[in-house]
């Protein structure tokens, strides 16, 4: 068994073979996260995971989906062109999915809802003008800090998505007490220890195949790391071209490269990522 701890089958692009996909993922033993983006991704998560054993949901809102006039929001296809574009975060109705998961909980049914996220922060699409700037990062921090609180409120550890803002991320969770993963880290060997001293595991998935994060994948303690796809992203060189739509089976090949890294046996970083992945997510 393999854990997958950030997957999107819940995305438009596995609209016409997702029942296919599932079935490979269940068959090559590999358990996931399915991991919402904003309000409506975040409820096709967790139907996913009530009609599946072996997946499991997390709900919240992706820095991007923020509703703003500061710059024109990008909409990913392969994510599916929900309307309206951008969203007021509504905490009372994000809390009401897991309010609503705990309620239906019995001895014949876990939890579903294992974690909050995507969420975080992201700079790299930005508005121009220092003014604007400002206020797009500051209506960021805002959201990511209110989701903070509402995962503390309902005990649950967080997926954290950060893209060229590690510093404000930082400065955010050094003074909170956080269960949690940074998602796709791509950050250096000092960033890394930083979060890992925070009591924060690092998300490995593909994209270590286009980015040289290797000094942190050797020297970050084991017990530290967890193995991902972000799916139906970061498709690793192994599973084909790059065309190739990545999914959850192919989560093995991180692995192997973490392997490889490390010097030590696939069967070895699997064992370990599968006992994080369960110590944090509680499943």
Known sequence: MIIDTHS??????????????????KEGGVICIDVGTKYETSKNAIKLAEKNEGIYAAIGMHPIHIKTDL????????EGAFAPLGEEF?????????????????????????AIGEVGLDYYHRPKGTAKLEKFKEMQRKVFVEQLEMAEELNLPVIIHCRMAFVDLYEILKTRKMRGVIHCF????????????LGLYLGINGIIFKFDINEAIKKTPLDKLLVETDCPYLTPPKAG?????????FVKYVAERIAELRGISFDEVVSATTQNAKKLFRI
């Open 8 to 25: 999107h089958l819940n995305f438009k692009a596995y609209d016409k073979d997702r029942e296919e996909v599932i079935k490979r993922t």
């Open 186 to 197: 791509t950050g250096t060997l000092e960033e890394a220890k930083r979060f890992t001293d």
């Open 71 to 78: 710059l024109k929001l990008r909409m990913d296809e392969e």
């Open 241 to 249: 071209t790059k065309e190739v739509r990545n999914e959850p089976l």
């Open 90 to 114: 509504n905490a009372s109705r994000y809390k009401q999915l897991v309010l609503d998961d705990r309620k239906a909980e019995s001895p014949e049914r876990s939890r579903r809802i294992v």
